[in-house]
């Protein structure tokens, strides 16, 4: 029996050595935990700022650059630029852009009536996002606002109004915009050739020889500008010169003074005279 005992007795021993030194060693299969290693969170994008440097307005047959090269990434760089041209409810084909990475021309063609436009820049950063700005632009009709205001009595004297004194009658001036207000070069032809006919009713009843000369000279060249600066057609330069004629004689009192003008020029020899493209177009002041 003794035996027996101190046995157990050891055997008790070694049971309670082996469990201190597993619980030294990191304990029993029951309290293991297996911990997986989480990774670093990473830091979330900035969007890009879109930035647009512009002029407020433009006139017509103007440009203006458009620059986003201000635009910025906090954390990165921009990687595109993208731009667009909004023209609202503008039909004709006068206003166009062109695209150059940060840049952008605006071209403003003949418009018959001032339009506001808008601009748009989208820029995206190099980790893809995309932030947008926008700039409104508007591009001034300048024609018209320079035309003078119509005579009240346009019609009293042979010679007219012209409070410009641009060498073109008032309401002549208004018609000639009226009829071609999308085309300055047929104005301009159509003014230079309305200030010679001034000067024909002008020394038709009062000018001297060498005035009679002079304007039959300048009736000779004006003839040809419709051709040289091939504003017109052969044909259309006919019929234009027609009704601008009739436009300038349209009282008794006018076409009396260009029927003396005839007179005095009757009988002579008009040369053929040169023309350049600064004496055939008449701008407007």
């Not at 084909?93 to 009536?113: K, N, P, S, V, Y």
């Not at 000279?217 to 009739?246: H, T």
Request: net charge negative; with cysteine.
């Amino acid at each position: 029996m003794k035996k027996h005992a101190v046995l157990s007795a050891r055997r008790s021993l070694i049971a309670l050595a082996l469990a201190s030194v597993l619980t030294a060693c990191g304990g029993s299969d029951d309290n293991d935990v297996t911990t997986t290693p989480q990774p670093e969170p990473q830091p979330s994008n900035e969007a890009p700022v879109a930035e647009i440097v512009a002029p407020a307005t433009l006139s017509e047959r103007d440009s203006a650059v458009f620059d986003g090269s201000s635009s910025s990434d906090t954390d990165g760089s921009i990687d595109s630029y993208d731009w667009s041209l909004d023209v609202g409810d503008y039909a004709g084909g006068a206003i166009t852009m062109t695209r150059d990475g940060a840049t952008a021309e605006l071209f403003a063609g003949e418009i018959a009536e001032s339009v506001t436009v808008t601009i748009t820049l989208s820029v995206t950063d190099d980790d893809g996002e995309t932030t947008e700005s926008s700039v409104t632009v508007t591009i001034d009709e300048i024609d018209a606002a320079r035309l003078p205001a119509m005579p009240a009595t346009p019609d009293n004297t042979v010679n007219g109004e012209d409070a410009d004194d641009d060498g073109v009658r008032d309401d002549i001036e208004i018609a000639i915009y009226e009829r071609f207000p999308l085309d300055t070069h047929k104005r301009e032809v159509s003014r230079r050739a309305a200030s010679v006919y001034q000067q024909m009713l002008e020394v038709g009843l009062n000018g001297s020889d060498i005035e009679v000369t002079d304007v039959a000279e300048d009736v000779v060249k004006m003839v040809r500008c419709y051709n040289l600066e091939n504003a017109f057609s052969a044909e259309d330069a006919r019929k234009e010169r027609k009704l601008l004629r009739a436009l300038m004689l349209n009282t008794e009192e006018r076409r009396a003074a260009a029927q003396a003008f005839d007179q005095k020029m009757s009988g002579r020899v008009q040369r053929s005279l040169p023309v350049t493209s600064n004496y055939c177009r008449l701008e407007q002041n």
